[in-house]
């Protein structure tokens, strides 16, 4: 069974995200210990890029942020490899496309599973070029995870099929940011995709309350919180470590 498996073993997981080097690397390692620590079942690192195209404003800064420290890909692979010194918890990269194919597609793979990472988000890759990226994901052992939209009900069981590691379901149509009300039909494309896949299936984009997380937990098997928990980061900077774990607490503690 693999880590992300197991995140998912002990009833809803909570899945958090952080862009790697924001504010800084130290604080960045110190965030991942807490952030597990307050309860959550899996971590996403974002590499910082110049060109995120799906997120919103939030991570964008936060991207920018970790780019003018001087924050690189090697940089997050050393630091993937010292938070393995401590800790098992289920890490994932997400990255765009150019970051990986700039680096060396064989190399980056390599690199990320020799550092401990379990698997990628690209999300600038369409499913129907996926199985590119995939040949290298395979040999070294990563998981490619894929997204579902609602926009896309049709690709929705061919997507499901062929998905690995967790199905990452968009809630919202648009970048990534915090909403006030979720209102597609998520849980139809969940039914969708549970018909073809036993893949767990992970809500993301824009839940950033307790209350958002319980409901969509309530039929999911897993929430995504991403430009909340980047917020906190962005208002307290290095001190926000206990900020987050407190904040990450309390959303584990609505979906459990």
Known sequence: MTRIHKAFENGKAFI??????????????QLIYAIEEAGADLIEIGIPFSDPIAEGVVIQEADERAMKNGTTTDDLFALVKKVRQNT????????????????????FMQNAAEAGID?????DVPFEESEEVRTYTKQYGLE????????????TKMIAEKSEGFLYCVSSLGV??????????IANLIKDAKEVTDVPCAIGFG??????????????????????????????????????????????????
Not at 16 to 29: H, S, V
Not at 144 to 155: D, F, G, Q, V, Y
Not at 176 to 185: A, D, L
Not at 223 to 248: C, L, M, N, Q, T
Request: proline share 6%.
């Open 16 to 29: 958090a995200f952080l862009t790697g080097g924001d504010p800084d690397l130290e604080t960045t390692e």
């Open 88 to 107: 098992q918890i289920p890490l994932v990269f997400m990255t765009y496309y150019n970051p990986v194919f700039s680096y060396g597609r064989d190399k």
């Open 119 to 123: 698997g990628l988000i690209i999300p």
């Open 144 to 155: 490619l995870i894929n997204m579902i939209a609602p926009t896309s009900i049709e690709r």
């Open 176 to 185: 990534t940011g915090v909403r006030s009300e979720i209102n597609t039909n």
């Open 207 to 256: 839940i950033s309350t307790p209350q958002q997380a319980k409901e969509m937990a309530s039929f999911s098997d897993g929430v995504i919180v991403g430009s909340a928990i980047v917020r906190i980061i962005a208002e307290h900077g290095k001190d926000a470590v206990p900020f987050v774990k407190e904040y990450v607490k309390s959303m584990k503690d609505a979906i459990r």
